[in-house]
């Protein structure tokens, strides 16, 4: 069993940054692959990056690429996720997940946080 807790949401400037953090309980958490989706209001939930269990590798959805940054730290069981270069389309909800592989991560969740809102005025 894996627990999600977001934090670190808030309202920015267009052009600023904002950092997340996750904090996850449970001893899975160390083999999972981890992300963070979010959802503006009317719309679905969007995939934005994952890394996987150690690190090593990571996907950003084509939107945050090159301004947002996902990293893990397994000894103090977090995942961060740095965003720069915040536009208002950022906007969302942002939630963090664990799936037990990535296929799983994108398309079969396994867990998810409560989420942490995210405003981005123009």
């Known amino acids: 069993q894996v627990q999600l807790v977001e934090s670190g949401g808030g309202l920015v400037q267009a052009g600023g940054s904002l950092r997340l953090s996750c904090a996850a309980s449970?001893?899975?958490?160390?083999?999972?692959?981890m992300g963070w989706f979010r959802q503006a209001p009317g719309k679905e939930r969007e995939f934005v990056a994952r890394?996987?269990?150690?690190?090593?590798?990571?996907y950003y959805a084509d939107s945050v690429k090159g301004r947002f940054t996902i990293s893990r730290d397994n000894a103090k069981v977090t995942v961060t996720l740095q965003m720069n270069r915040l536009k208002p389309e950022d906007t969302a909800v942002y939630y963090c997940?664990?799936?037990?592989?990535?296929?799983?991560?994108?398309?079969?969740?396994?867990?998810w946080g409560q989420g942490t809102q995210v405003t981005v005025s123009s």
């Open positions: 449970g001893d899975p958490f160390r083999t999972y692959t």
């Open positions: 997940a664990a799936g037990s592989t990535w296929y799983r991560l994108q398309y079969a969740t396994d867990y």
């Open positions: 890394i996987s269990h150690d690190g090593s590798d990571t």
